[in-house]
Structures are given as structure tokens and as C-alpha cells.
């Protein structure tokens, strides 16, 4: 499961990707999604068993995605967690695991977001206004609220790659698949 309309929710925020504050935001996010997500799976793994290959993964162990990320990434960010890992962690040893041996993959999103309305995944808009492509069919696609946020959007084109590589790293300090 992945984080989608990411560019409409730091827009809505008066955020930005390129600043420390929409850094720090993303990183409260991708934990809130990504604790989450194990607390669910560790639920349904309570109510119907681990999944079949749970011995092939390092969840029985209580292996997180925060124990093998680039720890470079909290001189990035220096934003603490928020959430209680380590007793979620205990919690998953005593289960022998949770009920997915994978929870977090963040993709484009492209149909999806056509189809709902939203902005691409974790991505920032090219422009408030697309043209996007389904199959044969061509799609106009306007940013969502474009009229009341347009000047709080921030453009891909304006964004530094170094600023972008940041904060795909920031969320894969919370992501079990890259």
C-alpha cells in the first residue's frame, strides 16, 4: 500500500517538498502510514494467522523498516517517531509475525489517480493542468482544487533533485519494498 495525493495534501498544508517543514511533515506521514499498516496487519494476523511464508521474512524476529533504513536520512530530517515502534515490535515477536510479508510500495499511481481525481503518489504536479493517456483515450486532468491552490502547489520543475531524492528517502526510512 502506498501514499497517494501527497503533491494536494502539503499544497492544502501550505507545504513544500523543498522545505525543511514539508520534510518534516512527509516524515510524520510516512510513519503514521507505515505504523499503521503493521498494527492492521498484526491485527488480522491475531484474528487468521500469519501469512504461509512468514518464515521467509525478519517480521518473526521483529524486524521494521526503521531498523535497516539509511540512518544519513535523520541528518536530513531530524524529526524523532512519533509512534511506539518497540512495543508493536514485541507485539509482532509474540505473534511469530503479522499477516503480510510486505506492506509498504509506493508507485506512480497514474490510473488510480485519473480515476479518483487525486495527484500522483508521492510525486509533485508538472503543471496544474495535464493532458494524461489511458490506453487510447487522452484525459484533461486539473490539479484537485486547482483554483484555491494553485499558488500553494509546487511545481516537479522547480523542485531540485537533490530536494526530491530527500524526500524519497525520507519515506523509504518507512518502506518494506523499494
Not at 97 to 110: D, F, N, Q, T, W
Not at 134 to 140: A, D, H, L, Q, Y
Not at 155 to 178: C, L, P, R
Request: hydrophobic content about 35%; glycine content about 6%.
Amino acid at each position: 500500500i502506498g501514499i497517494t495525493n501527497l503533491a494536494y495534501d502539503l499544497a492544502t498544508k501550505k507545504l513544500k517538498y523543498s522545505s525543511l517543514e514539508g520534510k518534516k511533515y512527509i516524515h510524520r506521514l510516512a510513519e503514521l502510514h507505515s505504523y499503521s499498516l503493521h498494527r492492521a496487519s498484526l491485527r488480522l494476523a491475531k484474528e487468521y494467522g500469519v501469512c504461509e511464508w512468514m518464515n521467509k521474512t525478519k517480521y518473526p524476529d521483529g524486524w521494521l523498516p526503521i531498523d535497516t533504513a539509511n540512518k544519513f536520512i535523520d541528518t536530513i530530517v531530524d524529526e524523532p517517531l512519533h509512534c511506539d515502534w518497540e512495543t508493536l515490535r514485541q507485539e509482532i515477536i509474540e505473534n511469530g509475525g503479522i499477516r503480510h510479508s510486505v506492506l509498504e510500495a509506493h508507485m506512480p499511481c497514474e490510473s488510480s489517480s485519473l480515476s479518483s481525481g487525486t495527484t500522483n503518489g508521492l510525486y509533485p504536479i508538472r503543471e496544474i493542468a495535464v493532458i494524461k493517456t489511458s490506453g487510447i483515450n487522452k484525459i484533461p486532468f486539473l490539479a484537485p482544487r486547482y483554483e484555491s491552490l494553485k499558488n500553494d502547489y509546487e511545481f516537479a520543475w522547480d523542485i531540485s533533485h537533490n530536494d526530491m531524492a530527500e524526500v524519497y528517502a525520507v519515506v523509504q526510512k518507512f518502506t518494506g519494498q523499494g
